[in-house]
């Protein structure tokens, strides 16, 4: 186990070998100059998930954008990890009490952004409101304390690199011996399906940074509730850097065949793939 509390912040850097920091904006894939591929997470696991999909989605545009209100569901989530953030670096500077109206700032800011950002400035009517979104938050953050373990670090960025790819990582939450992910869904709790590309998500993040537990925190709108699921499928360190090496060469090949998963049926671009047009 990595002993983050002994590592000071350039040190954490070091270990896991940071290079550069890209824009969060960014489409999250680049081939570099010498043939290495910048990764961003959930770039890396949709090309995994469907290469076609990956292509029309992520390579073939420059910037991503929130597609409002075909992706309201998206928003409601970085609301809400926006949220938890603020109550997480609150806590790690002791501001433990007066922190409500503060809060309700930090929700009401991310909605206009998102908003302007969307050119949607006219539909508020889109979201719900700030208090929902913060009684969901403060659910999230009593779920973490109760782990028991001592909150490393929240939302930062950090990258992998090895001779074939930099990986761009950004955990939600790392603990002293456990990384957490926040997810949020308008379904019930008592209806929850955990994807593969959630696990292979939390796999990769343990693996690189050498902790052994790792938790959903699922955020439900519609039981506005919370729940701690134990992540039981952890891959481990060799097939997840064998996996990134072998997703790597086959974009560096321009291998973008579409793969039958459990999103094809909503998917926006069926009237260009083989599978929808036999």
Not at 46 to 74: G, H, M, S, V
Not at 101 to 117: G, S
Not at 164 to 191: E, G
Request: hydrophobic residues 40%.
């Amino acid at each position: 186990m990595l002993d983050y509390e002994c590592l000071d912040t350039t040190a954490k850097f070091k270990i896991m070998n940071i290079s550069r920091l890209l824009d969060r904006k960014s489409n999250g894939f680049s081939i570099l100059e010498n043939n290495k591929v910048f990764w961003r997470t959930n770039a890396l696991l949709t090309y995994k998930r469907c290469p076609l999909y990956f292509k029309l989605f992520i390579a073939d545009q420059k910037e991503q954008k929130l597609d409002l209100p075909r992706n309201i569901a998206l928003a409601h989530g970085i609301i809400v990890h926006r949220a938890v953030e603020f109550l997480v670096r609150a806590y790690l500077f002791g501001l433990n009490g007066s922190t409500n109206q503060l809060l309700l700032e930090v929700i009401d800011n991310t909605i206009a952004e998102i908003l302007e950002e969307t050119n949607n400035v006219e539909n508020k009517k889109l979201f719900k409101d700030s208090i929902e979104y913060g009684y969901l938050a403060k659910k999230a953050f009593q779920a973490i304390l109760s782990l028991n373990q001592k909150i490393i670090d929240v939302e930062s960025v950090y990258l992998f690199e090895n001779d074939k790819f930099i990986l761009k990582l950004t955990p939600d939450l790392i603990l002293s011996n456990a990384i957490v992910d926040l997810k949020t869904t308008s379904k019930p709790l008592s209806n929850l399906y955990i994807y593969d590309d959630y696990n292979w998500q939390l796999s990769i993040y343990t693996s690189l940074f050498d902790v052994e537990k790792s938790y959903f925190i699922y955020v439900s709108f519609a039981d506005m509730d919370v729940r701690i699921v134990n992540n039981t499928e952890q891959k481990n360190k060799t097939e997840v850097l064998e996996t990134i090496n072998e997703l790597t060469d086959k974009i560096l090949r321009s291998e973008y065949e579409p793969r039958k998963n459990h999103l094809c049926r909503f998917c926006k671009y069926q009237s260009k793939c083989s599978l929808f047009n036999k």
